[in-house]
């Protein structure tokens, strides 16, 4: 009887595997900003449903319980990074012949705007504008309340108008039309 069970599990994960894989690769992708990330965060969010999967089956919004897993795999992976870089740079102060003010590149990419929102307002912009979630299935996939999501979607979204030197409804068609095939708009 479990062997029965336990088939029948396998091929409801297969089938939610096939169903969401390409949409959490992307939303790991534009949470980090990095498309050879995104797949490994992906299948560790997949890999991670997969060993509670009973638990996540019996979840009223799956899907959002996975983009919640990505949402978490992606700040720990900043969070990691930001760690990372502000040892590079406590070793790299120390020299003499370091460059102030680099000259950065005078047009910004909404992608590049996005990595430069902390992780909560990139991701409820991204989950608002990029997957056209609701306020509410946003504040699932986060863990946070609805009001949190509308205030981190506008400040998020002022920023990124400030950043790329626009109106907010060019904004909205760029984080609209970011890559939709998955992590660097390949096909899956």
């Not at 638990?55 to 720990?76: D, I, K, M, S």
Request: glycine residues 6%; contains cysteine.
């Amino acid at each position: 009887m479990s062997t029965v069970v336990d088939d029948a599990a396998s091929v409801e994960f297969h089938a939610f595997f096939e169903r969401h894989y390409a949409e959490l690769a992307r939303l790991a992708h534009l949470l980090t900003g990095e498309p050879d990330a995104a797949d490994d965060l992906a299948a560790d969010a997949l890999l991670a449903l997969w060993h509670r999967w009973d638990r996540v089956r019996a979840a009223e919004h799956p899907a959002a319980y996975a983009r919640g897993v990505v949402a978490n795999l992606a700040r720990t992976r900043i969070r990691a990074a930001v760690r990372e870089r502000r040892r590079i740079t406590l070793f790299w102060s120390q020299r003499e012949d370091r460059a102030e003010n680099p000259d950065v590149a005078g047009t910004v990419d909404v992608q590049e705007a996005l990595r430069r929102l902390p992780f909560r307002k990139r991701a409820c912009v991204v989950l608002r504008h990029a997957f056209d979630l609701s306020e509410k299935d946003t504040a699932l996939a986060l863990g946070v309340s609805v009001g949190t999501v509308k205030s981190q979607t506008s400040k998020g979204m002022a920023e990124l108008r400030r950043l790329l030197g626009t109106d907010e409804a060019s904004v909205r068609v760029h984080a609209g039309a970011l890559p939709a095939g998955g992590a660097g708009g390949r096909e899956r």
